[in-house]
């Protein structure tokens, strides 16, 4: 199957910090989506970037699907960007099958 | 709307016990999925349904069985749960084909003994 991996797996940040995380994918995509995970264990989705550039607020997302990765940006992080942000592919096949990378944990500090 | 729902939040069964997961959705979407999500892990697919009469397997099918009982709704079920078989089930939906961005729901933690 497809391989997504996402970096770093951990990220420490002051509040009023920017920050970008990566995902790499192994193979051609149809579909990449970001997600937050919160605290509490909620799934939000925050982005559906199979190419190009999104901004929503102080996050936007960038896929060069050519090159198979993927930045998400947080600028001016608050407390609340705390959480697990996960990348999910689809590959080209259009089969609906979502996979999850590990995720990277984002803990911001006041 | 309520969006994605989910029940029950919480369950604790025995080993060999069943159970069902029930989800719901009030977008009117057409597709919808059950995940597992294990610690320090992500989402990893159980099985889909890609519309109304239609179910497949994902990633890690064995020990489930599946219900699109209707366009909202759509079951997940333990036959007889094992030890393995503790997580949380995220149930998740998205309109289709034009457009694949997954709602999710809650969330259900089960923890077999």
């Known amino acids: 199957g497809i391989q997504v991996e996402q970096s770093p797996p951990d990220l420490i940040l002051q509040e009023g910090a920017n920050s970008t995380l990566r995902c790499n994918f192994s193979d051609s995509v149809n579909n990449l989506q970001w997600f937050h995970q919160n605290p509490w264990g909620q799934l939000i989705n925050l982005f559906y970037i199979p190419s190009g550039t999104k901004q929503n607020g102080r996050l936007s997302a960038t896929t060069v699907a050519t090159e198979r990765y993927s930045l998400l940006y947080i600028s001016s992080s608050q407390t609340t960007d705390s959480g697990v942000y996960f990348c999910a592919v689809e590959r080209r096949s259009n089969d609906y099958k979502l996979s999850f990378g590990a995720g990277t944990t984002v803990t911001v500090r006041a | 709307n309520a969006g994605v729902t989910q029940t029950p939040k919480f369950q604790v069964l025995k080993t060999g016990q069943s159970m069902t997961l029930q989800c719901a959705q009030d977008?009117?979407?057409?597709?919808m999925y059950w995940y597992r999500q294990d610690p320090g892990m992500g989402l990893r697919l159980i099985y889909y349904s890609a519309s109304e009469g239609t179910t497949d397997k994902g990633e890690v099918p064995n020990g489930y069985n599946v219900s699109r009982l209707n366009k909202r709704e759509f079951s997940l079920r333990l036959e007889s749960a094992a030890p393995s078989q503790t997580s949380v089930y995220f149930c998740?939906?998205?309109?289709?084909?034009?457009?694949?961005?997954?709602?999710f729901g809650p969330g259900t933690r089960l923890l077999v003994l």
């Open positions: 998740a939906s998205s309109l289709g084909a034009n457009d694949q961005t997954q709602y």
């Open positions: 977008m009117n979407h057409n597709s």
